[in-house]
């Protein structure tokens, strides 16, 4: 695993849709200045005419991208998570979730890892937010393999879907010959009989890791990828509550609405057992390196060791 | 304008209000106020100016239209009923349960609505969207928006007067209804958006006005606008909130106060009366 290739999914996004762009000759891309952070300055490069730069200027984005939508036109609208999610919320709610527009909202530089920006750039409620809008479809894709499939699933599934990309290189642990993307369907990656833990986007890798080294510890640890947020795979996640009776969640957004809450809600409804949260606990980020801080906050395969065995000790 | 025309679009203004009235009343809810200021342009848009299929509300080719002040549904609702795209019964239903005319604008269940609308200041941006579509693929559609002076104060209109000028979106018509009132009272007391006319011709529009109650003055207007290339359109027309309905006008408490039996009735008999005086 040390030699593993390491990639960020907000590159796997730019260059999925110059890749899909051929394709997909209806695929427009929209940006609010940053499709050179976004990396959709790569589709920029190839199509032109099929790039849309809306200037700093969010809401009118996504309004822009529901009237292309209403005309036919497969908008792709990026921005940070925290624009995206946060600043456009009520017009993603209303312009594109409420008339179910085929919109793409493609949302990089989401959670912690975005780093040395700091809070305000650091975006940890969007899942949360967009988990409350009906229709909305969710993907928080584990890394570049997981991406490239989620955003040409989401071109071809019609209505509005919201996509979770990362700024930090995170491992490619997927294997591109044999990976298949199911929206909506989650990914046993590890079999395991004392506790599931059930990770999304970059704690994907960290929770795979973690069973690993907890295995050699005596504890056998199942892991289950959920790419899919919105619809949630509840068969997968009964089953693991079943099975091994104790859940632990890892995500890099808040505890508070996003994966641990939705993983939560199935549990609760259909086979109750202990769901142990890891994730930002309603606290802002800070400025700092994204590795450094990801594991001050706990998003770290030893932070998901630690919490298992704690969790498996009190079962 | 053609005499004969012009006395068929005010008798079908009139109609139009008469459903405006109907579905408020029904409702007892909404808001006749700002829909009564539009009847005479939506009239105008949907029985002179835009092509449309009334059979095929969906067809590609259409010209859209985007009410960006969707509180004023019921002027869009009225239009499209009386224009043949769902029968005239339906405005009785509306803002009720089980019926498709929701309180704003619903593309998904009404036939005819091109966007969903009613959260101010989104309309444009989605007008926008459609019309540089268009512009993307070489299609000859039209876009039509009407804005509400208070509704200008939303930022996100200015995002859109940016956008659409930038993408020289000449193939877009935004109508801003200045009717001088909104909730809380005159726009020149609440947080001014005057001068109107200069702010979008500062954004880089071109900039017609006309009197919003006259089908000379309206036909003038989209005339003009209609020879403007490479850049978008804003027609400020000059309205009375509540046009049409004597004790509705000027009165910013009918922005949106559903008339009770006995307003009903007057209402209605000075509908009608004006409608026979123009049947006459």
Known sequence: MADMIKKATRESYGEALAELGDKYCNLYV????????????????????????????????????????????????????????????????????????????????AGISVGEDGATHQCNEDIAL?????????????????????????????????????????????????????????????????????????????????????????????????????????????????????????????????????VSDVVCASCPVRVVKIGVNDVFGYSGPAVALLKEFGLCAENVVKTVKEAVAAK | MDELLKKQLMKTACKVRMGIIEGVYNAKSGHPGGSLSIADVMTYLYFAKMNIYPDNPKCPDRDRFVLSKGHTAPAL?????????????????????????????????????????????????????????????????????????????????????????????DNLVAIVDNNGLQIDGKISDVCSP?????????????????????????????????????????????SVKGKGVSFMENQVSWHGTAPNQEQYEKAMSELKASLEELEG
């Open chain 1, 30 to 109: 929209l940006d609010a200045d940053l499709a050179a952070a976004t990396k959709t300055g790569v589709f920029k490069k190839k199509f032109p005419d099929r790039h849309i730069d809306c200037g700093i200027a969010e809401a009118n984005m996504m309004g822009v991208a529901a009237g292309l939508a209403a005309t036919g036109k497969i908008p792709f609208a990026s921005s940070f998570a925290m624009f995206a999610a946060g600043r456009a919320f009520e017009i993603v709610r209303n312009s594109i979730g409420y008339p179910h527009l085929n919109v793409k909202i493609g949302a990089t530089h």
């Open chain 2, 194 to 238: 005057y001068p109107i006319t200069d702010k979008f011709e500062a954004f880089g529009w071109h900039v017609i006005t006309m009197d919003a109650h006259d089908f000379d003055s309206i036909e003038a207007a989209f005339n003009e606008a209609e020879s403007v290339v490479n850049q978008p359109v804003a027609i400020v027309m000059t």
């Open chain 2, 77 to 169: 609702y009225s239009t499209l009923a009386n224009r043949g795209y769902f029968p005239l019964e339906e405005l009785k239903g509306l803002r009720h349960i089980g019926s498709m005319l929701q309180g704003h604008p619903d593309m998904k269940h009404i036939p005819g609505v091109d966007m969903s609308s009613g959260s101010l200041g989104q309309g444009i941006s989605a007008a926008c969207g459609m019309a540089l579509s268009a512009k993307l693929t070489g299609d000859t559609y039209k876009v039509y928006a009407i804005l509400g002076d208070g509704e200008i104060e939303e930022g996100q209109v200015w995002e859109a007067a940016m956008f659409a000028a930038h993408n020289k979106l």
């Open chain 1, 130 to 262: 967009m988990r409350t809008i009906p229709g909305m479809t969710i993907i928080n894709p584990a890394d570049d393999v997981e991406a490239r499939a989620a955003i040409e699933a989401a071109i071809n599934f019609e209505g509005p879907v919201y996509m979770r990309f990362g700024r930090l290189a995170t491992p490619v642990f997927n294997d591109k010959e044999s990976y298949k993307f199911e929206l909506g369907k989650g990914i046993q990656l590890k079999d395991g009989s004392d506790v599931t833990i059930i990770a999304t986007g970059l704690m994907v890798y960290e929770a795979l890791t973690a069973a690993q080294a907890l295995e050699s510890e005596g504890i056998s640890a199942r892991v289950i990828n959920i790419h899919t947020i919105k619809p949630i795979d509840e068969e997968i996640i009964i089953k693991a509550a079943k099975e091994t009776g104790l859940i632990v969640t890892a995500e890099e957004h808040s505890v508070i609405g996003g994966l641990g809450s939705a």
